[in-house]
């Protein structure tokens, strides 16, 4: 029997104990394999949000070269914070990005060119940005690579996406954001923020180079940020008419549904960090 055939718990259950062992032995190894993760995904989710804003007619965002400078974005990140290139190479990306304008130029089937070069630059900044971030996440404590924080924002993203998918399920009736997500509940939204305050008190235990404040404070941010990211991706998605972006993860659809609290939760933690 296939896993298309079992119920979207059991194909969450099951996807959940194949992919996280891999996740967390990635992030853990060294770096360079939460590197090659990240860039991964990055890369998989921004291929998607290009494929689902290239569905609607008309629509002809630069897929590739978008995706290129997401890349290029990460790694000009990654190797910045570990202290191997100076921050004045950042400035790579601007000629990068404005080239974005020249190809559309030379694009005669393009009816719609500046539609379209603005797509290109949300893939990159909604999607290549955020996981760009979380290598400054990363390295930011210390200078050092830091795995503890990754992990932590990861269980704590996990715990609010399950405490909000269960309490939603058995308790949920008053609707969140009807308009943009029916299913959503504020008895969802209060599971997710219990399991949330729970799981960063746990961690806190273990991760202690953050403190237990420190913990709870991300974990809110995770829950509220998180849940705005999950209405802002389905917004986009009834705008163009499809359910999931991807069928890519079994019981999640794809990298950009199961990753979407955490792109816009990114910045909001690193600001917090920053500043307090």
């Avoid at 930011?140 to 704590?156: A, E, H, K, Q, V």
């Amino acid at each position: 029997m296939g896993l298309s055939n079992l119920s979207n718990l059991w194909q969450r259950v099951i996807a959940a104990l194949i992919a996280i062992p891999f996740l967390l032995f990635c992030i853990n190894f060294n770096d360079y394999t939460f590197l090659g993760l990240f860039l991964l995904i990055g890369v998989l989710a921004q291929l998607e949000f290009y494929k689902l804003v290239g569905s609607l007619e008309g629509n002809l965002p630069l897929t590739f070269y978008g995706t290129f400078c997401g890349v290029v974005l990460h790694l000009l990140t990654f190797f910045i914070e570990k202290g191997m290139i100076g921050y004045h190479n950042y400035y790579i990306l601007s000629p990068l990005l404005t080239v974005i304008f020249f190809i559309k130029l030379y694009k005669s089937n393009d009816g719609k060119p500046f539609q379209n070069i603005a797509f290109t630059f949300l893939g990159i900044i909604y999607v290549a940005l955020p996981f760009a971030l979380l290598t400054v996440l990363a390295f930011m404590r210390s200078g050092t690579y830091d795995p503890n924080i990754i992990m932590g924002c990861l269980f704590l993203l996990w715990a609010s996406d399950s405490g909000a998918y269960f309490a939603g399920t058995y308790f949920g009736k008053t609707k969140l954001f009807e308009r943009v997500s029916p299913k959503k509940s504020w008895e969802g939204l209060i599971g997710g923020l219990i399991c949330a305050m729970l799981t960063a008190y746990i961690i806190s235990g273990y991760f202690t180079n953050y403190e237990v404040w420190e913990w709870f404070a991300i974990g809110g941010i995770i829950v509220v940020a998180g849940t705005y990211g999950d209405l802002v991706e389905s917004l986009f998605k009834r705008s163009i008419n499809i359910k999931d972006s991807a069928n890519t993860i079994p019981g999640h659809g794809g990298f950009l549904d199961r990753f979407d609290g955490l792109l816009l939760s990114i910045p909001f933690i690193i600001t917090f960090l920053k500043l307090f």
